[in-house]
């Protein structure tokens, strides 16, 4: 399983100049940190966002990875969300970032 650090690389290298994202995005990684994506900046400041993510750190290395869906992952718990709506909007753009970081 990868770090908070490694992950936080790969969002970084994958985000470039900017995300794409058109908010600020936040992985809340249940007692392992935050990655804060924030136009073309990464960081782990644990900063307001208008899209909170919360699950684990193997887990969100799953969705990066396609072996765990998204809907399936959000249905059993797995990953809360802030605000689902959004979070629906994002899914193709935050599935090209995750595409981006492997």
Do not use: Y
Request: charged share 25%.
């Amino acid at each position: 399983m990868a770090t908070l650090e490694q992950i936080t690389d790969r969002f970084r290298t994958a985000v470039g100049e900017d995300s794409g994202l058109g908010c600020k995005v936040k992985f809340a990684l249940k007692g392992e940190g935050v990655v804060l994506i924030d136009g073309g900046e990464v960081s782990n400041a644990d900063d307001p966002a208008d899209l909170v993510m919360t699950l684990s750190l193997s887990d969100l290395e799953a969705l990066g990875e396609k072996r765990l869906d998204p809907m399936m992952a959000f249905m059993t718990g797995r990953l809360k969300v802030s605000d689902m709506n959004l979070a629906m909007q994002l899914q193709p753009k935050m599935q090209a970032l995750f595409n981006r970081a492997k």
